[in-house]
């Protein structure tokens, strides 16, 4: 068992878990507070210009000097700019649904990592949790199908009763994984930031984090540029982004790709290696606060806004 603690890095705590419309109804009264306005309509044509670029929509034409793809996996704007993405399944499909434990869960996420997946319980504000259940695909095909009663069951089962027995709060969400990179995050006046630059698997909780620090990272890039004159759109400014962004982003992709290959599918001796291994972190408050900052995004190359 592995075990960490917010007091090992003088931290509070290690996080919080936000519901993702609450999040972006908050993140779009800041916007619009700072002044920004909400067009509703869906992406038309994009037209890339010497001086500015073009976004067409259904209720007219839109110009400006850079334009940001935060519209997610399947980006719309990706995909008029040209830019193209490697991806690849983990054949795995994410189950999320809110439950009530029998035991409360004391502000505790907890997360076991078994032969055919991950399941993690994560504590909600109101003493309910959220699970996210990433099974492999055919296990995943069988728990959808079962009824409420059925899928308790099998949840208390792999969750080997660490909150006691739950019931379900909510309907179930499927979803199948898969891991997503563009191969460039930019183009002259079009930058990617989060899902639609990059999707991780969900067993560290880290896409959202990504996203964000993806644009603080471009908002500070593009006020430099400004500060200086140069043109915010221009492709030398926001290669620079790119490039900051997108080893940070590999770095950590490549660690969650590792935990779940060889933690929650792994056999042989190197997977019963790395999950000796596991120990090893446990016994050594170096290592633990080394992984701690690095997955509060307290480590690394941080933008200003992030320090």
Same mark, same amino acid.
């Given at each position: 068992?592995?075990?960490?603690?917010?007091?090992?890095?003088?931290?509070?705590?290690?996080?919080?878990?936000?519901?993702? !419309?609450?999040?972006?109804? =908050?993140?779009?009264?800041?916007?619009?507070?700072?002044?920004?306005?909400?067009?509703?309509?869906?992406? &038309?044509?994009?037209?890339? #210009?010497?001086?500015?670029?073009?976004?067409?929509?259904?209720? +007219?034409?839109? %110009?400006?000097?850079?334009?940001?793809?935060?519209?997610?996996?399947?980006?719309?704007?990706?995909?008029?700019?040209?830019?193209?993405?490697?991806?690849?399944?983990?054949?795995?499909?994410?189950?999320? $649904?809110?439950?009530?434990?029998?035991?409360?869960?004391?502000?505790?996420?907890?997360?076991?990592?078994?032969?055919?997946?991950?399941?993690?319980?994560?504590?909600?504000?109101?003493?309910?949790?959220?699970?996210?259940?990433?099974?492999?695909?055919?296990?995943?095909?069988?728990?959808?199908?079962?009824?409420?009663?059925?899928?308790?069951?099998?949840?208390?089962?792999?969750?080997?009763?660490?909150?006691?027995?739950?019931?379900?709060?909510?309907?179930?969400?499927?979803?199948?994984?898969?891991?997503?990179?563009?191969?460039?995050?930019?183009?002259?006046?079009?930058?990617?930031? +989060?899902?639609?630059?990059?999707?991780?698997?969900?067993?560290?909780?880290?896409?959202?984090?990504?996203?964000?620090?993806?644009?603080?990272?471009?908002?500070?890039?593009?006020?430099?540029?400004?500060?200086?004159?140069?043109? *915010?759109?221009?492709?030398?400014?926001?290669?620079?982004?790119?490039?900051? %962004?997108?080893?940070?982003?590999?770095?950590?992709?490549?660690?969650?790709?590792?935990?779940?290959?060889?933690?929650?599918? #792994?056999? +042989?001796?190197? $997977? !019963?290696?790395?999950? %000796?291994?596991?120990?090893?972190?446990?016994?050594?408050?170096?290592?633990?606060?080394?992984?701690? !900052?690095?997955?509060? &995004?307290?480590? +690394?190359?941080? *933008?200003? =806004?992030?320090?």
């Amino acid at each position: 068992m592995l075990v960490f603690d917010a007091a090992d890095v003088g931290e509070p705590n290690l996080g919080y878990i936000a519901e993702n !419309r609450a999040l972006q109804m =908050a993140l779009l009264a800041a916007f619009a507070e700072a002044g920004g306005h909400v067009e509703s309509a869906p992406l &038309g044509a994009l037209v890339i #210009g010497q001086d500015d670029v073009q976004v067409s929509t259904p209720q +007219g034409t839109l %110009r400006a000097r850079l334009v940001v793809g935060a519209d997610g996996a399947q980006s719309a704007l990706r995909t008029a700019a040209g830019l193209t993405v490697d991806m690849r399944p983990y054949g795995q499909t994410a189950i999320v $649904a809110n439950v009530a434990t029998m035991r409360p869960h004391e502000s505790t996420a907890w997360q076991r990592f078994m032969r055919d997946g991950t399941l993690a319980f994560l504590p909600l504000a109101d003493g309910t949790s959220s699970i996210v259940w990433s099974a492999d695909d055919a296990r995943a095909a069988d728990l959808v199908s079962l009824n409420d009663a059925a899928f308790a069951t099998q949840l208390d089962r792999a969750s080997d009763l660490a909150l006691g027995q739950t019931r379900l709060l909510s309907g179930r969400l499927s979803f199948p994984l898969t891991r997503l990179a563009a191969q460039r995050y930019v183009a002259q006046r079009v930058a990617l930031i +989060g899902d639609a630059a990059h999707v991780v698997h969900p067993l560290a909780g880290q896409g959202v984090n990504l996203g964000l620090l993806d644009a603080a990272a471009l908002a500070q890039q593009v006020k430099a540029a400004v500060a200086v004159h140069e043109d *915010p759109g221009a492709l030398r400014v926001l290669r620079a982004y790119e490039r900051w %962004r997108k080893s940070e982003v590999a770095a950590m992709a490549m660690s969650i790709d590792t935990f779940d290959r060889l933690l929650a599918h #792994g056999a +042989g001796p190197i $997977a !019963r290696l790395a999950q %000796r291994g596991l120990s090893w972190v446990n016994a050594s408050q170096e290592l633990r606060r080394f992984f701690i !900052r690095r997955a509060l &995004g307290l480590s +690394g190359e941080l *933008p200003e =806004a992030a320090r």
